[in-house]
């Protein structure tokens, strides 16, 4: 189902396999539960007679419940992996499992947010849902109490910044009932408190709730501090996942070494 708050699915994905063989949910990996798993996915893009691999095997689990961070250099496939977690691209071999309902939430605000008003918003995408009257507005508020616009319902969506509209997209999300946040560069068209106040928002989403997990795409470092844990992608795959000191440590070295190259 397409809303007008990104793409919400209300089925787990589950993609791929090789040589037809079907594949095997991997909602854990040992003990722990996960709700995003990706195992040697491969993904091609066609360009005229040309086959571009785009990812190229990659591999990469987040723990339930985590808001995990999602960085690498420009065109290194980020936005690829997330949306064939999303189910929007699908991959030519390896399997995905996304835990759902999840919900795909883009990187401009003016693409995602519709109606005249957040609460307004948050309620069009329950629209196909089978709820009374009564239920909408129970969601609706709580989950715009969650992303902290309680307070903005009835303001009209052309007065919100970028970022509470990113925040009402949250919500709607949220008011969906989604377990996955697959959330691509919120920030990047955002002045730096509304940047916070959109990563705030989630880190409050995520430790409040029953098991929401948010996939978070950026280039910012400074957001790291509010994740969970990280990876970090590389020509189509991920080099590097774990805590953020690990990633972070990795990054900021590769920063110095790229600094070091251009200063000759
Ligand atoms: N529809 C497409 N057809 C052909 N190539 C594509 C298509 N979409 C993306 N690509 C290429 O795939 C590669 C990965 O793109 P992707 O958008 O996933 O990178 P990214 O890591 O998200 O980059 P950025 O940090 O700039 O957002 C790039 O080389 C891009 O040009
Ligand atoms: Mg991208």
Redesign the pocket.
């Known amino acids: 189902m397409q809303s007008a708050l990104g793409l919400h699915s209300s089925t787990n994905l589950v993609f791929g396999s090789r040589k037809g063989v079907p594949c095997v949910v991997r909602a854990h990996v040992g003990a722990e539960r996960v709700s995003i798993d990706v195992q040697n996915v491969n993904l091609c ?1 066609q ?1 005229d007679s040309n086959v ?1 691999p ?1 990812l190229k095997d990659c591999c990469m689990s987040i723990p339930e419940g985590k808001l995990w961070m999602l960085l ?10 997330l949306k064939a977690l999303a189910g929007l691209l699908k991959p030519t071999s390896g399997k995905l499992y996304v835990a759902g309902p999840k919900s795909f939430v883009f990187q401009n605000p003016d693409h995602q947010v519709v109606m005249p008003t957040a609460e307004a918003d948050v309620a069009f995408g329950l629209g196909n849902l089978d709820l009374t009257v009564e239920e909408v507005r129970c969601r609706v508020m709580k989950s715009l109490e969650a992303v902290g616009l309680l307070e903005l319902s009835q303001r009209p969506v052309q007065t919100l910044s970028g970022g509470q509209k990113q925040r009402v997209a949250i919500a709607g999300a949220l008011a969906e009932c989604s377990k996955v946040l697959l959330l ?2 919120l920030t990047t068209f955002l002045d730096e408190s509304d940047q916070m106040g959109v990563v705030e928002a989630v880190r409050r989403v995520v430790s409040g709730s029953d098991g929401v997990t948010a996939l978070w ?1 950026t ?1 910012r470092l400074e957001e790291l501090d509010y994740a969970d844990g990280a990876s970090y ?1 590389e020509n189509g795959h991920v080099v590097l996942g774990g805590s953020v000191a690990k990633v972070k440590k990795f990054v900021l070295e590769k920063q110095e070494e790229y600094k070091r190259s251009i200063s000759f």
């Open positions: 893009f360009k571009l785009i690498g250099p420009n065109g290194c496939g980020k936005s690829t992996l691509d560069e795409v280039h992608m």
